[in-house]
């Protein structure tokens, strides 16, 4: 079941067996139909670098699998997309901004799951039609004191990996990161 992002902004929980997470435009991945066709898009780094170009793919790419709790959260020109309080006193680390040029809406989920349709597993967020700016932040979740239960799992109303904030590009924002790895590797 793809779990469409409420307005009241509750994370979600999705996962990767590709060592991905991906943002993507599912009208630009309509031609994805089955695993040659991903393959023919998506197998190769260059093929990725391409479709961050052309804004249709962000990478929340941290290099390894497994289940991860993402928050999307889209603004507009007069009431930008931000963090919270309490993210930006557990955030790790932000992207520089990536293009992602929208018709409508927005998945989110392994790379392995891009494609025209929205898959179970997925988050399906709105997104008004046009360019935006995305920073993919990632947040220290286990930092806050009360996060975890006493196994280390996330409790409820714990923040998420990642928050991914949408807001429309600003005029004249021409440059926009375009690497496959999300964040700038330490010293450089």
């Known amino acids: 079941m793809t779990a469409q992002q409420p307005f009241d902004e509750a994370p979600v929980t999705v996962a990767t067996d590709a060592g ?3 943002l993507w435009d599912p009208k630009r991945f309509e031609a994805v139909v089955d695993y040659d066709t991903w393959e023919d898009e998506l197998l190769d780094d260059e093929d990725i670098v391409r479709h961050i170009q052309a804004g249709a793919l962000v990478p929340l790419n941290v290099g390894g699998d497994g289940a991860f709790s993402v928050l999307v959260r889209s603004g507009t020109a007069a009431a930008p997309a931000r963090l919270t309080e309490r993210e930006t006193a557990h955030q790790l680390v932000a992207s520089q ?4 040029v929208s018709r409508g809406r927005a998945l989110v ?5 891009v494609s025209g349709d929205a898959p179970d597993g997925v988050i399906e967020h709105p997104v008004p039609e046009g360019r935006h700016a995305v920073v993919v932040h990632l947040i220290d979740w286990q ?6 239960d006493k196994d280390g799992r996330p409790v409820p109303g714990a923040l998420p990996d990642f928050v991914v904030l949408i807001n429309p590009a600003q005029s004249g924002q021409g440059v926009f990161r ?4 999300t964040f700038e590797a330490p010293n450089g």
């Open 97 to 100: 901004p990536y293009l992602f």
């Open 20 to 22: 991905m997470l991906v």
């Open 143 to 148: 930092a806050e004191v009360g996060s975890q």
């Open 178 to 181: 375009t690497a496959v790895h």
């Open 109 to 113: 989920g392994g790379i392995e799951d």
